[in-house]
């Protein structure tokens, strides 16, 4: 986007001669599909926020419904059980957002190590096969996963008839390790992609630096070390802040697809809840008010982080 | 110039960029509905029928616009256009063809209704559920047309006052929005079924037949019969491990699905969170320790311990589970129509292998009685955006027909088609036709061209929506509507498998055997349909049943005992944490008026 803006920016000068439209007006006019996307996409539903105060039935109009204010946020808190149930969400959530921020450093490794490789065809044929799972669905990855881990696939099978076990293993319809499965999980799909911002920034880095270090007689580790992975940092500083931000979001379709009654226990994160309220269960009021509660629970964790970033770093990530 | 350029083009983007972000943001109203089903009205029929019958002539008199005409069809199992047979017939009577839209085939449980209704457009016909005030709150959304005055020019469905009072009853406005099914002209306490109750014990008889016919005193005595039946049977017909019990979770609702059917011998249907007996004598909560439902959990634990348990039960679906039902690899089937249908074929009844019904000694199987007033808790009705809500009419009434009977109740009614095709009257009774034979009782046949062709499977009615009870009688025949009841039919029934069974159970049917050993509990059938409750209500109970149907999977799968009743104890006190009880008082509350109603039915 920073690149579309320059050159637009490079052809409105060039018309400044003969432009009658002041200059500001043409530059709101690039703007101003994006600020439509943007009011569209991220401003407008959250006119839907207003379900939240209703008592909304499916059929209805909510003008046919009755306004009742805050209750669907009390109901929420109204007793212990629901609270833990909410915790209990949100202990899933925060565990498995840490997982993937703990784990950020992942893609980075992979970017410099990928980078170390000398046969060309190979390191585009490593890269091509890692970056490709993300551009599978997560439907399509649970299928894959059932065909190779469900009591009949594939590992079961091969586990069986090479004698190492005698029972089926269960391995989706348990609760076992579940954050680690979906680390894992999503990892495998995430990881090429990941790392293709690190490879630019690789690719951005002055050649110079390396040569002098070679001249001072650094070996591939020491460039790797002390000139690839600095150069790397700052992008992987506002990545991790970005991801940050988005604590309380780590998506829906993973979860809901992998989820069953035997992993729902340490599976179901705060979207997928949202999600099973809301939609299967009739309940869009509810689903509504939690949904709201997360919107600003990452307005503020995003303003906290960008305080930190402003204390640490000396400059903020907006 | 290339400046000009330049500045065209940003501008062409500009305006392009505006137009994509707003394609997507159609205006809510049903503008985009109507164009969409604006192109089906516009294509005059050109196709030409071939066979040109009268009726196809008659049909393109009165109906002159060809439409499609979408049905929103909350029990239909199958989504897309009606083909095959009835289509065709559906095509020459009324110049249409049936877009079926399925929210059981799309998934996400009430999804499909919420964006359709939000859209403001449900379908021209809508075949759906009223229970919890959703009759009356669609109706009041505007969402269905008003049939009170189109109904009083109707041959068939102004005969059925007595349904088309208790629908007005069902609305806020005293006006007509959907006609009930299953419509009866039977007493209220005869079973609504036919041969078979929907409920009991059908076990391999070829297998339990080896065992000598042991006795079974009561359910949990089926356990040691069937682990001996799976020990001395491990393999299936191709081949594969062969279990006992299979499980599926596609239709938990309120409970794990399955957890509920083998209470059902002892006359328990669930209302709710409430297992409430048929006789009224019982109503029980369905988490209690010694519930119906927590004795079952507990006896396929024990079956899982045994070893009996199919362990693909927690990730299959019904369609798999029949496909392992139609190889031979499972044993047991709650209901006839699950293992019957899939294995019963005239091959292997004439080796005298299939499922036949066990009886334990002190059952007293649940079943649904005739519902002289029509089972109001379906209805079918016709959307306020309809095409031709007339046609839609005059189609609703041909279904609640003698002749739209036998045509659309085929799928799970047992009804068998049109006449001439697969029965015919001979003597003075009607009797299935080669094909039908075929067709019905052999699995599938491939229908003659002039019927329209494809596989008979295919060309039923898939609309799953039955207008009159299937067994009521035929004034056309004087026999019922359903063919198994047909004597001519029942006469066909001297398989080995059949005979064997005959013998051993001193009866003709399950039903016969049932009633003479006054073993079936018939709940008499009554106008109830449960009222609206409060969104609380409904919130809790959608937390409470999910934490219900997650912890009672756990439970049957628990490693051992102490954990099957650790998980018990945990779930218990969970949803009783979040206000079980609440929903519970409701579900009594509805329970009672029931029973009120039953014991009104019986006098």
Redesign the interface.
């Known amino acids: 986007m920073g690149n579309t803006g320059k050159s ?1 920016t490079a ?1 409105a000068v ?2 400044k001669k ?1 432009a009658a439209i002041p200059m500001g007006v043409k530059l709101f ?2 703007v ?2 994006f600020l ?2 943007v009011f ?1 996409f991220s401003y407008y539903p959250l006119n839907g926020w207003r379900y939240a105060f209703y ?7 909510l003008s ?1 419904c009755e306004f009742v204010g805050f209750k669907w946020f009390k ?1 929420l808190f109204q ?4 609270v ?2 909410l915790l209990k969400v949100l202990r899933n959530t925060f565990a498995m957002s840490a997982l993937t921020i703990v784990t950020s450093f992942l893609p980075v490794i992979f970017a410099i190590f990928l980078n170390e490789i000398k046969c060309k065809w190979f390191k585009t044929l490593v890269q091509t096969l890692t970056t490709l799972p993300n551009f599978i669905s997560w439907v399509l990855v649970y299928s894959v996963a ?1 065909a190779l881990f ?3 696939g594939m590992v079961n099978t091969v586990l069986q008839n090479i004698g190492i076990t005698t029972d ?1 293993v ?1 391995f ?2 348990s609760d076992a390790h579940t954050w680690l499965w979906m680390l894992a999980w999503s990892t495998w799909k995430g990881l090429g992609w990941g790392s293709i911002m690190y490879l630019a920034g690789i690719a951005g880095t002055d050649q110079e630096l390396y040569e002098a270090a070679r001249v001072d007689g650094a070996g591939r580790f020491k460039l790797m070390r002390h000139i690839t992975l600095p150069a790397l940092m700052p992008t992987f500083f506002v990545l991790l802040m970005m991801s940050l931000a988005n604590f309380l979001t780590n998506g829906l379709d993973q979860y809901f697809v992998f989820s ?3 992993n ?2 340490h599976i179901q994160v705060l979207d997928l809840y949202v999600y ?2 809301g ?8 689903a509504t008010a939690v949904g709201m509660l997360k919107s600003l629970i990452s307005v503020i964790l995003f303003c906290v982080v960008n305080f930190v970033s402003k204390k640490t770093r000396g400059e903020s990530i907006m | 110039m290339k400046k000009k350029v330049a500045r065209v083009l940003s501008l062409a983007l500009v305006v392009a960029m505006l137009g994509t972000t707003m394609v997507g943001c159609g205006k809510k109203d049903n503008k985009k509905n109507d164009t969409t089903t604006g192109n089906a009205t516009e294509t005059t029929d050109s196709t030409g029928d071939t066979a040109g019958t009268d009726s196809t002539a008659d049909a393109d008199k009165k109906y002159d616009k060809f439409l499609t005409v979408d049905v929103f069809a909350t029990q239909a199992n199958y989504q897309g256009i009606q083909s095959g047979w009835f289509a065709k017939v559906v095509k020459e009577k009324f110049n249409m063809e049936l877009n079926i839209i399925a929210p059981n085939v799309a998934g996400g449980g009430d999804t499909l209704f919420q964006t359709r209704s939000a859209a403001g457009n449900l379908g021209d016909l809508i075949l759906m559920g009223s229970e919890n005030g959703r009759l009356a709150d669609t109706a009041e959304a505007g969402l269905l047309v008003d049939m009170t005055d189109m109904v009083a020019n109707t041959k068939y469905v102004s005969q059925f006052t007595g349904a088309i009072d208790v629908a007005k009853g069902l609305s806020n406005d005293g006006k007509l929005y959907g006609i009930p099914s299953s419509v009866s002209s039977q007493p209220a306490t005869n079973p609504s079924e036919g041969l078979d109750l929907t409920f009991g014990t059908y076990l391999r008889w070829d297998y339990y037949k080896e065992l000598g016919y042991p006795k079974v005193g009561t359910l949990e005595d089926l356990l040691p019969i069937l682990k001996q039946m799976q020990d001395a049977h491990p393999t299936s017909d191709s081949g594969k491990q062969t279990y006992a019990i299979s499980l599926f979770k596609d239709w938990d609702g309120n409970m794990m699905c399955m957890g509920k059917q083998p209470a059902t011998i002892y006359g328990f249907d669930e209302l709710g969170f409430v297992f409430s007996k048929a006789d009224g004598s019982e109503n029980q909560s369905i988490i209690d320790d010694n519930s119906e439902y927590i004795r079952v959990l507990k006896w396929y634990f024990d079956a899982n311990q045994m070893g009996l348990v199919d362990p693909e039960s927690t990730t299959q679906n019904y369609d798999t589970m029949y496909a392992k039902y139609q190889d031979g690899a499972v044993l047991y089937s709650p209901w006839p129509w699950l293992g019957q249908a899939a294995y019963n074929t005239v091959e292997h009844k004439e080796a005298g292998n299939g499922f036949m019904f066990v009886p334990v000694e002190d059952e007293s199987v649940f079943s649904y009685g005739a519902t002289p007033n029509g089972l109001a808790k379906y209805v079918v009705g016709i959307g306020s955006k309809a095409q031709d809500p007339q046609r839609m009419m005059d189609f609703i009434d041909w279904l609640y027909s003698p002749e739209g009977v036998m045509y659309s109740c085929a799928q799970t009614a047992s009804t068998c088609g049109p006449e001439g095709l697969t029965w015919e009257m001979v003597d003075g009774r009607p009797e299935l036709t080669e094909f039908g034979k075929e067709a019905l009782l052999n699995g599938d046949g491939t229908v003659p061209e002039e019927w329209g062709g494809g596989s008979w499977k295919d060309g039923v009615s898939q609309l799953n929506f039955q207008t009159v009870l299937a067994s009521d009688e035929n004034p056309e025949t004087g026999f019922p509507f359903n063919y198994t009841l047909w004597e001519s039919v029942i006469e066909l029934n001297s398989t080995p498998l059949d005979k064997d069974w005959q013998e051993t159970n001193d009866a003709l049917s399950t039903v016969e055997y049932l009633q003479k050993n006054n073993q079936i509990l018939v709940a008499p059938g009554t106008d109830f349909v449960s009222p609206q409750e409060s969104s609380e209500i409904t919130t809790l109970r959608s937390q409470c049943k999910a934490i219900i149907i997650e912890n009672s999977w756990k439970m049957v799968f628990a490693k051992d005992e102490a954990e099957f009743y650790s998980i018990l104890k945990n779930m218990q006190d969970t949803v009783k944490g979040l206000g079980y009880d609440d929903v519970l008082a409701f579900d009594l509350d509805c329970a009672k008026q029931l029973n009120e109603m039953r014991d009104a039915a019986r006098q």
């Open positions: 637009s052809v060039g018309q003969k006019l690039l101003l599909p439509v996307l569209l008592d909304y039935r499916a059929p209805l109009d046919q109901f007793n212990p059980t629901q833990s149930q059932f469900s009591d009949t089926v269960k989706l319809d069953n009654s035997f729902m226990e099973k309220l939609m299967s269960s009739n309940s869009i009021p509810l």
